[in-house]
């Protein structure tokens, strides 16, 4: 028979038994629904591949070269096909070396950024009655306005056109005054002499029944009138880039501070206090708000010796003022830069880092000198990480966490003296003492949560500490596991940044406002829009000012964010309360009884507090708008950088401190 009398339809076809002409056709299958078993395929070719000898060498025992070989044999299989498995093994091979070299987390990445890449066109199409659900949502997508989309060049592009005025000029966040830091000392004494008037009135508050019923009003005056200012100083003595400014601020603060410490045990206003709301006919005309407030200064008075004789509420006003010095002073040193440490040479060999590591190394090897590197720095972060060596991160550790013999007395100094304050109260510990008006309430509570969660995760960082271990004894090459040093973890387990739960954008500083935005709008009916800043409105070029506005009431308050990092300002985000929120058209200023010759004196007092004040639209009366101002540390956006894009644990951090600032933005009382 001739080969060319077997004419197969389709393609050619070599696997298989032998028949005559030693090719076989396969009979055709029926079709079947086309599965996908990739997942099962590829599991089953590992195996296959893995674990299959070659057969090509195997021959049946006690059968020579002749030996027919069983059907389907490697044997029997041409050149091309044994080319053939040979590659799809390397591939497959090299296949896994890949799969095994990537964590799941980066299996992870890799196809969100995959999918990212893809255009509408591979979008996944939604059923039709989900779609009908979405549009028909409770909720439906608000779309951008016009101020959200200014939020974003607000922030990101800091040369657009919202720029300060240079034809309008005013002192710090608005106030008239405040242009020299001379004008910030001026306000305090002239604030102490107007809190003094006031204090006078209440004091002759039982002489009437209708002086009495005004009590807790004008308190609520006189705590505004004192914080608004002591408030102000506090932000300035720890954020303004200005030296005099910031002595200013110190002074502004700690005269204010012992004052208000002593009002906290002036027996006349406390009692005053108890005589209202020992009265049930006074109580009952209070509104929830004020019944709260008069709470509220019941119990400062209570927490503050009032009920000590006068030498000991002298002395609680003095050790009082004594740690608001001490712990101010142990701050600030304990944040203050650590002197550098000396890495040598060979000590930065192996470092697994390519990129700042490379360039010490070079600089090493060109210099043949000691390194200077100081603990906290980016230097001694990437060595604390990438050096195999043990003994530079070791010193790296020990210069970060040391402290001076000075910082280690300030700090004994500081105890001491919160022991004997709350000695002085009949307190066993400075911790009962400040736990007293908080949720926790005793030490002891606050010990047996600690206790319950360290007896909840122990198990998991045991488990941990023994991973740690294990690759330190891979590491060092040791056959018993190794002790876990301090300095080990970051080397050990380098820590992976926090990632958002869904691939998201590049979150810049302006995105995320824009979104903060949006989110606040949808939730309280409240948006942010930029403003523009006078001369002398704002203490940095960098400083944003945004406007609070209510979807109803107009502007509700203003926000100043000072976001960006710059040489000399403080690390980390904080929230500052400036200003906070009041009614004020019911405070009756005219009961005052000014003495003749105290009007230049409170003058600057009176015009500082008309500021700020606005009616707002759907509400009683006249109130004092709130002042927020933000600090954070974040990059600072450049033409060649582009804007500033955050890690999640920053917008994390942005969104935490805006939460406080809302909270002061939002709350307008109808009564105080």
């Not at 395929?41 to 893995?50: I, M, P, Y």
């Not at 979008?123 to 101020?147: E, G």
């Not at 006349?268 to 109580?283: C, F, H, M, Q, R």
Request: charged share 25%; aromatic share 6%.
């Amino acid at each position: 028979m001739s080969a060319y009398d077997i004419r197969p339809g389709g393609s050619l076809k070599l696997k298989g038994g032998v028949a005559e002409g030693g090719i076989v056709k396969k009979k055709k299958k029926k079709s079947k629904p086309k599965v996908d078993f990739e997942k099962n395929e590829d599991r089953e070719k590992v195996k296959k591949l893995l674990f299959s000898e070659d057969k090509s060498s195997e021959s049946p025992s006690g059968s020579g070269s002749n030996s027919p070989a069983p059907s389907g044999s490697s044997s029997r299989k041409t050149e091309a096909e044994k080319r053939f498995e040979e590659a799809q093994k390397r591939r497959l091979a090299e296949r896994v070396a890949k799969l095994a070299s990537k964590t799941h987390k980066e299996r992870v990445s890799d196809f969100n950024k995959q999918l990212e890449s893809l255009s509408e066109h591979h979008d996944i199409p939604k059923p039709t009655p989900f779609r009908s659900l979405a549009t028909q949502s409770k909720f439906p997508i608000i779309p951008a306005s016009q101020d959200d989309v200014a939020l974003v060049s607000f922030f990101d592009r800091p040369s657009s056109t919202f720029l300060r005025s240079p034809f309008s000029t005013t002192g710090l966040f608005g106030y008239p005054s405040l242009t020299h830091p001379d004008a910030l000392i001026s306000l305090a004494d002239s604030t102490f002499v107007h809190a003094q008037l006031l204090i006078d009135r209440i004091l002759r508050a039982r002489e009437s029944r209708d002086e009495l019923l005004k009590v807790v009003k004008n308190l609520d005056r006189l705590s505004n009138m004192l914080c608004g200012v002591t408030d102000l100083s506090e932000f300035i003595r720890n954020a303004h880039p200005d030296p005099m400014w910031v002595r200013a601020g110190e002074h502004a603060y700690e005269t204010l501070s012992e004052f208000m410490h002593t009002l906290n045990t002036h027996v006349g206003l406390y009692e005053v206090l108890k005589a209202v709301l020992t009265d049930p006919s006074i109580v009952s005309t209070l509104s929830p708000e004020a019944y709260k407030t008069a709470l509220i200064f019941w119990v400062d008075f209570e927490k503050s010796a009032i009920d000590l004789p006068s030498d000991q509420r002298n002395k609680f006003v003095s050790l009082s003022s004594e740690l608001q010095i001490l712990g101010r002073k142990f701050q600030h040193e304990a944040n203050s830069a650590r002197p550098p440490t000396a890495i040598k040479p060979s000590e930065l060999s192996g470092l697994k880092d390519n990129g700042m590591g490379v360039r010490l190394q070079l600089q090493a090897q060109v210099t043949q000198r000691d390194l200077l590197v100081y603990p906290g720095s980016l230097q001694a972060q990437m060595i604390m990480c990438s050096a195999p060596e043990e003994e530079p991160r070791r010193r790296l550790y020990i210069a970060a966490n040391s402290s001076t013999p000075e910082q280690i007395q300030l700090l004994e100094k500081l105890l001491r003296t919160r022991g004997e304050l709350a000695n002085l109260v009949g307190k066993e510990s400075y911790a009962a003492m400040a736990l007293g008006e908080t949720m926790a309430k005793t030490p002891a509570n606050v010990l047996n949560f600690l206790n319950a969660l360290m007896d909840h995760t122990r198990p998991f960082a045991q488990r941990a500490l023994e991973a740690l271990q294990a690759r330190k004894r891979a590491h060092q090459g040791t056959s018993t596991l190794p002790t876990l040093q301090a300095w080990d973890r970051d080397f050990y387990c380098p820590a992976e940044a926090p990632a958002p739960p869904i691939p998201l954008p590049p979150l810049t500083v302006g995105t995320v406002f824009m979104g903060l935005s949006r989110l606040f709008r949808h939730l309280y009916g409240i948006s942010l829009r930029p403003a523009d800043a006078a001369s002398g409105d704002v203490w940095h070029p960098d400083v944003r000012k945004l406007e609070v506005v209510d979807e109803e009431k107009g502007i509700v308050g203003w926000i100043y964010a000072d976001l960006f990092a710059r040489r000399g300002k403080p690390a980390g985000a904080a929230h500052y309360t400036v200003r906070c929120s009041r009614r004020i058209d019911n405070d009756d200023e005219v009961g005052d009884r000014n003495p003749a010759g105290q009007e230049s004196r409170i003058l600057e007092s009176q015009h500082f507090e008309a500021v700020k004040r606005h009616r707002v639209p759907g509400q009683d009366g006249v109130y004092q708008l709130p002042v927020v101002a933000l600090v954070c540390d974040f990059a600072r956006p450049s033409i060649t950088r582009g804007p500033t894009v955050l890690e999640w644990h920053e917008v994390t951090t942005l969104f935490h401190e805006m939460g406080h600032a809302m909270h002061c933005e939002s709350t307008l009382s109808p009564e105080l």
